[in-house]
T-cell receptor
Framework: DAGVIQSPRHEVTEMGQEVTLRCKPISGHNSLFWYRQTMMRGLELLIYFNNNVPIDDSGMPEDRFSAKMPNASFSTLKIQPSEPRDSAVYFC?????????????FGDGTRLSIL | AQSVTQPDIHITVSEGASLELRCNYSYGATPYLFWYVQSPGQGLQLLLKYFSGDTLVQGIKGFEAEFKRSQSSFNLRKPSVHWSDAAEYFCAVGSGGFKTIFGAGTRLFVKA
């Protein structure tokens, strides 16, 4: 079975540039989550979607961050403009439920470095 | 509010020794409980889950966890640790109507 697929695996870019992270959830899953992981702050939930609709974006740090899910098989997380403090590993996860009663399946993450 | 506490930031055990990682949760009703493992450079992988029924649940890679309602705990155990078990372990709690809350993680070091 194909798991959650994220691209790119690594991204290095200069401050001020636009960054787009991509995620393909597991087929049939109706919930999708974006997380950010750093040493200082651990694993943070940024936003989650249910049936392609954003349900909770309270974790999105600033207006520079935006996320979309145009269909059930694709989501993007965009940072514009990027800043060095955005450097982190970004994970996408999907689940058959967004209500916490089913496990989440994680991709391998995108390691983002902003210079 | 829901919360998850993993009291140990890191633990070191000898290969072949037993392991117990602690997890305490806060939630009014019976929660859904999970343990995940994260190896370097990878995402979190589900080890096991508890929804209801038998309070001792078995997972992958020889791990088990026991739900103790009276102690609000869901500790992870393994009878004999292998070097490949070195990783970070996350406890998580969820419930119908609420998003899953993850603990801060416990990093496991295994010494030869």
């Amino acid at each position: 079975d194909a798991g959650v697929i994220q691209s790119p695996r690594h991204e290095v870019t200069e401050m001020g540039q636009e960054v787009t992270l991509r995620c393909k959830p597991i087929s049939g899953h109706n919930s999708l989550f974006w997380y950010r992981q750093t040493m200082m702050r651990g694993l943070e939930l940024l936003i989650y979607f249910n049936n392609n609709v954003p349900i909770d974006d309270s974790g999105m740090p600033e207006d520079r961050f935006s996320a979309k899910m145009p269909n059930a098989s694709f989501s993007t997380l965009k940072i514009q403009p990027s800043e060095p403090r955005d450097s982190a590993v970004y994970f996408c996860a999907s689940s058959s439920s967004g209500e916490g009663n089913q496990p989440q399946h994680f991709g391998d993450g995108t390691r983002l470095s902003i210079l | 509010a829901q919360s998850v506490t993993q009291p140990d930031i890191h633990i070191t055990v000898s290969e072949g020794a037993s392991l117990e990682l602690r997890c305490n949760y806060s939630y009014g009703a019976t929660p859904y409980l999970f343990w995940y493992v994260q190896s370097p450079g990878q995402g979190l992988q589900l080890l096991l889950k508890y929804f209801s029924g038998d309070t001792l649940v078995q997972g992958i890679k020889g791990f088990e966890a026991e739900f103790k309602r009276s102690q609000s705990s869901f500790n992870l155990r393994k009878p004999s640790v292998h070097w490949s078990d070195a990783a970070e372990y996350f406890c998580a709690v969820g419930s119908g109507g609420f998003k899953t809350i993850f603990g801060a993680g416990t990093r496991l070091f295994v010494k030869a």
